[in-house]
Structures are given as structure tokens and as C-alpha cells.
């Protein structure tokens, strides 16, 4: 799903840059994601941002994938060696079996009606005790935004953390790590 403009403008902006750098990518961190020298997938890229903080673990690779060409473009400006952002839909990676060892979302999954699908596609991805780093609002919490802001989520896309913790499971996933702050979960799950 495209972002709305005024949500393309909320996620492209010095305060969603310092929530990600202070309070997002640090938790990840903790929660394991400190491993060097891997080959990282990220879902949802954006405009770069998550490849810049990602870039400290001097990955093997690292793809960033985004719906957006805006986005792309974007990221594509930052000129990140090593990196590599492609317009490509998350349920349809178009990558090869057990290519990654580590999948990152910085919470777009709640854009993506075809939300299962794209957890699928990461599963297939990950190479054997691949992780899989992801942080989500609580399909509640969006819908709230939604009624005040109007940003125009898809309804399908409106999971409950619950939901996405069984689907993890139901996929395969083992969760070594989960964490809740204010709506919001973040998960640590292995192949």
C-alpha cells in the first residue's frame, strides 16, 4: 500500500528519524540484532534511514525493499556503499531461497493488507536460524490514528499483535524476544 501524502510526510521527517536512532534500532540491538557481517534484508526501506543505522553492522549485503519509487529514490540519494534499494512489492521478494540471515521492519507490515504473505515470503528468505527483527503498532492503535488523522490504513492490513505473534509461530518462526511499549511490539524470531 502507498502511503497517504501526509503520512509519506510523518515518516520522512527529523522526528521519525530520532524515534527510529533512539528508540527503535537501540531496542532492536538489545533484543539481539548485533551481529556483523550478514546479509540483511529490509522490508519497507523508506527513504534510507533504517540502511544508514543498519550500516553500522557493516553487513555482507543489504537490500531494502519499498511499493514507493519516491521512497527509493530517496534512499538511492543517501549513497550507502554496499546497499541496494529496489522498488519491489514485500509479498513477492523475487529473492532467492535461504538468501538472508536478517530480515528488519521498522513498522510497515501495518501497511501491507497482504501482511501474512509478506512474513511467508521473509520465512522462505532466511536462510536456516535466519532472524527476523520487526516492529509493529497494534491494529487498535492504527485505527485510532486512522479516525484522527485519516491516513487511510487498509482495514486488512489492521492486525492485533496477537494475530501477528500466532502467524509467527503458525509460519515457523520461534520467538526469542518480544517487547511492548505504549501499542507498540517488537519481535525478535528465528528460522
Known sequence: MRLSNIEFKAMNNAARRLLQRTVEYPLFKRMGLAEPNRDILEIGCGSGYGAVLLSELHPNSYVGVDLMPEQITLAQQRGLANARFVVRDAADLALPDQSKDVVVIFGVLHHIPAWRKVVSEIYRVLRPSGRFFVEEPD???????????????????????????????????????????????LYHAQK
Not at 485519516?150 to 526469542?176: C, I, N, V
Open 139 to 185: 491494529g487498535a492503535i492504527v485505527a485510532k490514528f486512522d479516525r484522527v488523522f485519516a491516513w487511510g490504513h487498509a482495514p486488512d492490513a489492521l492486525f492485533l499483535l496477537s494475530d501477528l505473534e500466532r502467524f509467527l509461530q503458525a509460519t515457523g518462526f520461534k520467538l526469542l524476544d518480544r517487547r511492548y511499549m505504549m501499542g507498540f511490539g
